[in-house]
């Protein structure tokens, strides 16, 4: 058993999550109901959000293990604080410490976001040449690999591989490149008989001391991903399941990221909660009630 997070070290508090070293070989990882977009931080929660991406990132992490090893020790509060854990059920996870890699690798299936801006404008996306006539959630004619830089402050940065492999190495950049891809085929081609489309995704690695690559960070979330739900006509918009029902709330109101961002109102938070709970248990195929007693 550790002990609770207000005794160990903090070591980094994003803008979900807020990192704890245990020892020099593992963190402590705690995920809020914080909710950002357009790199802004809002100060109304969302109703058990970070026990949504926890507990999925830990059934993708599962699922994926034989793709690419990952960080993740244990999940459940019991085993790690006790009798003491019930504040943290569905929220902690203890996980190998790495050396995280400095680049985002994003791997796009279909056509949305700044993807599907960079389209209109160019034909276009990070330096992959499109077919004309494609329309917003169309299918790509097959997953490309966008990666983008981490920024410290400020936004991340789409880059195109060709600048990450100058900068990262051959060797190094198609290694997580034919890795992302694999994760992002793998989890796409589960959820497509369910009616629901992973239009993109992105990924975090790291390295352990003797240089074995990890998955990291989170894993196939409805914060790091887009999910969509088919609707049956097939011509109606699918149903996001994911933060861009945030993203175009925030739009509507006129606030993409710049000057005084707007109150979220409960109804909306309320709608983003449930958004989150429904992609849950439609990728897990169980409540959040039954994976927090199972795998918290």
Not at 42 to 50: A, N, R
Not at 68 to 83: I, P, Q, Y
Not at 177 to 201: C, K, M, N, W
Not at 249 to 271: M, N
Request: net charge negative; proline share 7%.
């Amino acid at each position: 058993m550790i002990p609770v997070p207000s005794t160990l070290q903090p070591i980094y508090s994003g803008k979900v999550r807020e990192v704890y070293g245990v020892d020099d070989e593992r963190l402590l990882i705690v995920t809020s109901d914080r909710v950002s977009a357009f790199d802004v931080v809002f100060p109304e929660p969302v109703p058990g959000k970070g026990q949504v991406l926890n507990l999925l990132s830990a059934y993708w992490f599962d699922e994926t293990r034989s793709i690419v090893a990952n960080h993740l020790l244990e999940t459940r509060a019991a085993a790690l604080f006790g009798e003491t854990g019930n504040a943290w059920r569905g929220r902690c996870a203890l996980v190998r410490r790495t050396t995280p890699i400095r680049y985002e690798c994003v791997v796009r299936g279909y056509l949305d976001g700044s993807a599907w801006r960079e389209y209109e404008q160019t034909g276009q996306v990070a330096g992959y040449r499109l077919p004309a006539g494609l329309r917003r959630y169309d299918a790509l004619p097959e997953p490309i690999f966008t990666p983008a830089t981490k920024a410290e402050t400020g936004h991340d940065e789409n880059i195109t591989v060709a600048r990450m492999t100058e900068e990262f190495g051959s060797a190094e950049t198609r290694r997580l490149q034919e890795t992302s891809l694999a994760l992002y085929q793998f989890a796409h081609d589960r959820l497509v008989p369910r009616g629901i489309l992973l239009l993109d995704t992105k990924f975090e690695f790291g390295l352990t001391p003797d240089g074995e690559l990890l998955l990291i960070d989170e894993a196939l979330t409805p914060d790091s991903s887009r999910y969509r739900v088919v609707s049956p006509d097939g011509a109606t918009a699918p149903l996001a399941l994911d933060k861009q029902y945030l993203r175009d709330w925030l739009i509507a109101q006129g606030f993409r990221g710049d000057g005084s961002p707007p109150a979220l109102p409960p109804e909306v938070t309320t709608e983003l909660a449930r958004r989150y709970e429904q992609a849950f248990e439609l990728i897990a195929g169980e409540t959040l009630d039954s994976a927090r007693e199972r795998m918290g």
